[in-house]
Each structure stands twice: as C-alpha cells, then as structure tokens.
C-alpha cells in the first residue's frame, strides 16, 4: 500500500484528497481542499473518485487505510495519508471548516 506522511501531502498541490470520513466529522474541519466521500457510503460513488492518483485521508489513518487497500484491489491509483487530519492539525496546518 502506497502511504505518505502529512508533511508530504502538504507539498502535493496537484494530487487530489478524498476525506473518507463521516460528514459530521468533515464538518468540524478539514485539509483545504478535500473532497468527502465519507467510507460508509464510499462503495454507491465509486463513480465520484478522481481519475488517475489521489490521496485518501481519515482522522488517524485507520480508515483511509482500509479504503487505500480496498481501492488499490480494484485497480485504483490511491495513496493513504499516515495519521491523517489528526497529525495535520497537530503539525500546525491550516484546517479548513
């Protein structure tokens, strides 16, 4: 499975971020410019993934993980972000509401 750290997704600014997390949890914030696409419902818009590579984040990882390994199985070029929105707020980025 693909995985980068936080610190590198910051310096991705052409790879799109596909949030798996529920919408509640969108909402109370976010890496600017994620897409949510929350893992519950994740499998009835499989039609909404960006084409080519994308990164998928969660809150620590567990998640986003889960999806990665999933969707690498169906032959999509996803990448998990380690630590996910957690380690993000805590490395100081900005988080988007």
Known sequence: MQSITVHELRQRTDV???DVREPYEFETGHVPGAVNLPMSTLGAHLDELPEGAFDVICQVGGRSARVVEALEARGYDATNVEGGT????????????
């Open 16 to 18: 799109p971020l596909i």
């Open 86 to 97: 957690g380690e993000w707020a805590a490395a100081g980025y900005p988080i988007e509401r």
